[in-house]
């Protein structure tokens, strides 16, 4: 009934043979591992927004040089990571990297970093794609929580029945999207140069950035700047996501890898730049923003608040024709693929701390789909409850992101540094430098987003990677214990045990015959031991075991207390002292009734007595089963 | 642990030899089985007047006529149930004597009867408690289910503590219930032959009796005139409880048992007159009737509204003195002492009728503190249901109460009507008239409770007794069928049965070898059973199984699927097959971790194989436990 409820749900079971692997030309790896990458550009400048609103207009320009910022951040890291593909062509995610070159507990924390992220990732994703739904749905604003969630379940729902990546899925939105994005940039462009002085998207936009630079005394200070260059390094996440699939590759993979890794660092840069240039252009606001710096006297606040960035500039550009339609779809899927590849990262590298005892051995385990279904669904559980503590928002979401990628970044390129200078290949000299600075530089952007993020969320991941990383040790500390204690060292020394075999009769009835004619095949030394709760009935009981003749005492005790269990334990501690190195088996009849409501009929004391001998060593417990017929 | 805290809570368990009966003297054995029926005097007048208000004044003096009516009715069962105290001197509770003398199904109708009354009178006598508590302390009204529940569960508390039906206990609040009332009464007719001409209770009473009326066009009908009887039946309730506890009499039981009937009926009878009498001459009516019919101008509504009639005329006639609220706490007691008793008579019942083989025998388990602790659970449960969803409102409980009694009553006299025509002992004609005329009115009584209350809750108790003595019939039909089943009939043919045994093993380790060494004292047929999932293991796995040398072949087993239990089930089906007649007995090695979250590090697969191997016939499923040290 179960199996065939799942088998509807999940599908049949997949046989193990069929675990192949797919290798990707360059243009469909591309879509693959560059979704999660690419998206971030739906949300990236917007984020580099918000924290800047409550400076003012004066210093409005200032949004440019943040994103020129993280362009070259972009270009630092995809150049560094180029180095990682070329020396782990089998894949080097940043656990295997750290924990090869640093040791352990640096792999551990980079897993742990890079597991959280994981988890933000599929938030973060599904909130944003959730937003560019919204945008151009309005009227499904209210049920953001329960979009976002419905979102999540599907995902998990389709990588439990076994979704594979395959290029052919992620070809259509990624291309949709990266085609879409650069049809409006160049739109945009075209209409800044040769339309007429563009229209400002909010009115009254110098105004109310001077009303929200009101309040503040210092126009601008270091301090949001850096706040507003760390929201916008969560366009970095998924970067990576290249140098851990190098095997997915074609041939020669990882010059394909890297090339591929060099596309997809470009395109991410010039998008990210170019909308953040057609924000400020256009004078466009993030709805988010309006919301949190309580700017409703903006006109026509109703009908932007609840918009994107990247729709504002798309309805300004297109007006709300086919093609804005076009540009939120492919914006909401991609971001959906994006939370997609997380739903296959965090299994697989949770499946390979679990064979390196760091992890539950569950989490390896591959289920009926060739999947790794807990990692899955460990996931899609703390994904769920990150997106209704935070009811779906994606602002919200964004301190707790990229701290804990570039805590990954900054150790995985640390350990490429270690690499390099230790194999001294050819131009080490050069690559180990070009490491050093790629882990210096993401080592200080972690350190600013962690402090500038630290009370608005950062201070939740700080704690939560420690805490992980001492769970890996605490596990790994019990498995490595577990071998030691299980290594059979001297396999000449294998003793051999006897058993007493004791049966409980509540009665000599046919329940208890099967029972007792099982006991007498285990052992030479078997009894039947009786209760006596009700004097009585022991001259019938007496009277019939005698008439069995099974040649085999029978044991009565009394109970001055009318309990079954206290007599049973003291006797069987007795049983265990008599005979030294035997082992006790306690042999328990067991009724089996017809029809269900029939159990409230019967007692429960043979349940009751397995749970008292749950934690009673040298007892093995056995329970014979009687079938009722009616 | 629990054990601790069970001991804790309820107190350590009671040798069973120490069950012994106290004897009781009269001037005890009064209190004892009379607090039921006297505590009606606390709600009985009040109730035959609710229903009436709707007549309006004229009509009003016909609460008296219905009083006198009770009082006979009263005077007819206690004379009829004294022919079955000398007929039962070991005590003749209706089931027995219906069963006896008219059958089973009369019996288990009896039963039902009695045991729905019972949970009824916990109900209606806590919920009368607390409104004898709340017309003194009207505070505590918002309350009122709360104090509810919190009795149920002290009463339930103290019973399964193992309280007995001291006289000693009943004493104090019995008598003190009775001697205050009578002094109520007396100084009440005092007051009004002596004293000036009383003001009324109610100072618009005949205004406000004439306005309900309004909306009536005829006066008085008969409906409502047996409604108002019906509701005042709830006075007799109790009364036959001496009938069932004559062996607690001293000797000559039956005499002193009838004797005291008598009295408790004459207490009962002249209470329930006077109180009805009082209540009409001070012209009070009940706060339960004012809130009902919506008297909310009547001058001192608020004062009034949570008060009991009997709170009002002790009012009227002492004011808010010390004896007033002796009278208040007198009753709250009497009433709590009522529950009691339904709290010693269900389980007890329910006990029985489990011998009998008509319920759970659960209900015949004896707990440690010698008493029926299942049957004390079912009643709270039940008692506070009904608690809760009538908001503990005495007058919404009233309906449903008194019909089971009244069958109960008809049941039980129409037994002693045929045992005594059968039995035909000295004046046989005039004692059978008696049990058939008691049984005809009781009977009528019934009927006209039925009719009256069908439609406001009678109907729900009409529904439930016919299906409780169903319920009844299908346990007794298993019972009967599982003895038929275990019934050895040849002692002589019994088989001798062989096994073979089939240790899974995960692996070769030390955790395994216990179930292995264990696995070869049963059976010569043994084999170890390895379920290949990753072949890169099988080599070591072999090779280690052939080290060990334990002269038992290793079977490995593919699994396509990476699923253990489907091979396993497989191949057990095979060994059955291979060997028809031996008893496969599955040996599962199980590891016991030494801290509880060890627990969710190791697959959980021998549970998950427990439960697939649950409803598998001719298959013994046997844990050796390996406990970890570390």
């Known amino acids: 009934m179960f199996a065939f409820l799942r088998r509807l749900l999940f599908g049949a079971p997949i046989e193990t043979k069929r675990q192949i692997h797919e290798r990707l030309p360059k243009f469909l790896a591309l879509p693959v591992f560059a979704s999660d990458a690419v998206s971030s550009v739906a949300y990236g400048p917007q984020e580099i927004l918000i924290p800047l609103m409550v400076v003012g207009s004066i210093t409005w320009g200032i949004s440019l040089p943040i994103a020129a910022a993280i362009a070259i951040l972009i270009a630092i890291v995809a150049f560094s990571y180029r180095q990682t593909i070329y020396a782990y062509p089998h894949g080097g995610g940043s656990y295997i990297v750290s924990r090869e070159n640093l040791g352990l507990y640096a792999g551990l924390t980079a897993a742990a970093s890079i597991l959280t992220d994981y988890v933000l990732t599929v938030a973060v994703s599904v909130s944003a794609g959730v937003d560019a739904f919204v945008s151009a749905y309005p009227h499904y604003a209210q049920w953001r929580v329960e979009l976002c969630v419905l979102a999540v379940g599907v995902v998990a729902f389709a990588n439990l029945r076994g979704l594979r990546e395959s290029g052919a899925l992620f ?70 996501a290249i140098a851990d699939g190098v095997p997915a590759f074609k041939p020669p993979e990882s010059k394909n890898a890297a090339t591929t890794m060099g596309i997809m660092a470009t395109i991410l840069a010039t998008l990210v730049l170019s909308i953040s240039y057609l924000a400020y252009a256009f004078k466009a606001l993030p709805g988010a923003g309006l919301v949190e710096h309580g700017l409703t006297n903006v006109p026509n606040y109703e009908h932007f608040k609840n918009q994107t960035l990247v729709s504002m500039i798309a309805e300004n550009v297109f007006g709300r024709s086919w093609f804005y339609f076009v540009i939120q779809w492919a914006t909401a899927a991609i971001l959906i693929l994006a939370a997609n590849t997380a739903f296959q990262d965090f299994p697989r590298l949770s499946s390979i701390l679990a064979r390196d005892r760091c992890a539950p051995r569950q989490l390896a385990n591959i289920g009926d789909r060739l999947v790794y279904s807990n990692g899955i669904a460990l996931l899609s559980f703390f994904a769920i409850a990150l997106l209704v503590l935070f009811r779906g928002h994606t602002t919200a979401l964004i301190p707790l992101y990229a701290v804990g ?19 001294k290949g050819p131009k080490w000299r050069l690559h180990s430098a070009i ?37 890996f040790h605490k596990i790994r500390q019990h498995y490595l214990e577990l071998g030691d204690q299980l290594r059979i060292t001297d396999f000449k020394a294998v003793p051999t045990i006897k058993t007493t075999a004791i049966v409980l009769t509540a009665g000599i009835h046919q329940g208890v015959l099967p029972a007792l ?82 159990k409230a009929l019967h007692n429960q004391s043979a349940l009751m007595l397995k749970i008292a001998l749950l934690f009673k060593k040298d007892i093995v417990v056995t329970n014979v089963r009687y079938y009722l017929e009616k």
């Open 171 to 240: 070809a259509g939105p990624t291309y949709a999207f990266i085609i879409s994005l650069y049809t409006l940039v160049i739109f945009g462009f075209l209409k800044l140069v040769f339309g007429p002085h563009p229209e400002p998207i909010i009115k009254n936009y110098d105004q109310c950035l001077q009303q929200i630079g009101h309040g503040m005394p210092h126009a601008l200070t270091l301090m949001l700047v850096l706040r507003s260059f760390s929201s916008g390094c969560s366009a970095l996440t998924g970067i990576e």
């Open 405 to 423: 990628v570039f805590i990954s970044f900054t150790l995985s390129q640390a350990g490429m540094y270690r690499r390099l200078r230790r194999l």
């Open 435 to 471: 490491s050093l600075i790629g882990s210096v530089i993401t080592g200080c952007v972690a350190l600013i987003i962690a402090v500038t993020k630290f009370a608005i969320g950062a201070w939740i991941v700080i704690l939560i990677i420690p805490s992980v990383v001492f769970l």
């Open 517 to 598: 004619l099982y006991a007498r095949t285990l052992s030479h030394d078997c009894r039947a031991l009786y209760i006596e709760i009700d004097p009585n009935e022991t001259p019938l009981v007496r009277e019939r075991w005698e008439k069995l003749n099974l040649d085999m005492p029978l044991v009565i005790l009394e109970s001055q207390y009318r309990s079954v269990i206290g007599p049973v334990l003291d006797y069987l501690e007795e049983a265990k002292k008599e005979r030294p190195g035997h082992v006790v088996t306690v042999v328990l009849p067991e009724f089996v009734p017809k029809k269900w409501w029939h």
